[in-house]
């Protein structure tokens, strides 16, 4: 709130602004995006630990696998939320059924698009 206080007391114009307002949004949504993918991601590998059905594969490093199995419908829910998360960490996602994998991808091979 400060900066645009500060920037619409300037002399500029109202399009400079609304560009700066613009970027900050687009920016705050990413950020609420991936810290839901982050939320998601660790209450889910808390409670498959919990529950005991939290089972890894494929060793170390490249390739290395997480299995979830989530109870109910919930899979869909949580695949959802960590993909964005995922693709910015270098985290491949897949879901099947109850299970949700998570694999290491190789380096330089993240998903994201930025």
């Not at 609420?32 to 089972?55: E, H, P, W």
């Not at 299995?67 to 964005?84: P, Q, T």
Request: glycine share 12%; no cysteine; proline share 2%.
């Amino acid at each position: 709130m400060e900066v645009v206080r500060s920037r619409s007391a300037r002399d500029g114009s109202a399009k400079e602004l609304t560009s700066f307002a613009d970027r900050a949004s687009a920016q705050v949504s990413e950020a609420s995006a991936l810290t839901d993918g982050l939320i998601a991601l660790v209450g889910s590998v808390l409670s498959a630990q919990a529950a005991g059905s939290l089972k890894s594969t494929g060793g170390h490093g490249e390739g290395a696998a997480v299995e979830l199995n989530i109870a109910g419908d919930a899979a869909a829910v949580v695949v959802s939320d960590i993909e964005r998360l995922a693709s910015r960490i270098g985290v491949g996602v897949e879901q099947r059924g109850p299970r949700v994998i998570l694999r290491l991808l190789p380096e330089g091979k993240s998903h994201s698009k930025d």
